[in-house]
């Protein structure tokens, strides 16, 4: 059974930083690339960013850029999110998600597996 659990959400202020998990379980974790997404309130979930299966190539949403960092250690099947400089723009649950591609997807169709989310409230 394939298990994405995200981790490290929290409440923070404007200006913080956060760093979220997302641990992987039930595959075999080098042939995924993972994305993470985010959904506010009453919004669409969103790409945020995303990392290929060796973490030697990421993407990120323009609307991020700048101020988060994807990687990954694939001995221990996790992938990171480290978000500096949070605005109260990025209050949302965040999800990570995995594909078996070889370039994270923006589409968030074109991922199978998903977690649960993990919430983000950034207050100003």
């Known amino acids: 059974q394939v298990q994405l659990v995200e981790s490290g959400g929290g409440l923070v202020q404007v200006g913080g930083s956060l760093r979220l998990s997302c641990a992987a379980s039930g595959l075999t974790f080098t042939s995924y690339v993972v994305g993470w997404f985010r959904q506010p309130p009453g919004l669409e979930r969103e790409f945020v960013g995303g990392i290929n299966w060796s973490g030697t190539s990421t993407s990120y949403a323009d609307s991020v850029k700048g101020r988060i960092t994807i990687s990954r250690d694939n001995a221990k099947n996790t992938v990171y999110l480290q978000m500096n400089n949070l605005k109260p723009e990025d209050t949302a649950v965040y999800y990570c998600?995995?594909?078996?591609?070889?370039?994270?997807?923006?589409?968030?169709?074109?991922?199978?597996?998903w977690g649960q989310g993990t919430q983000v409230t950034v207050s100003s």
């Open positions: 998600a995995a594909a078996s591609a070889l370039y994270p997807r923006v589409v968030k169709g074109m991922y199978d597996y």
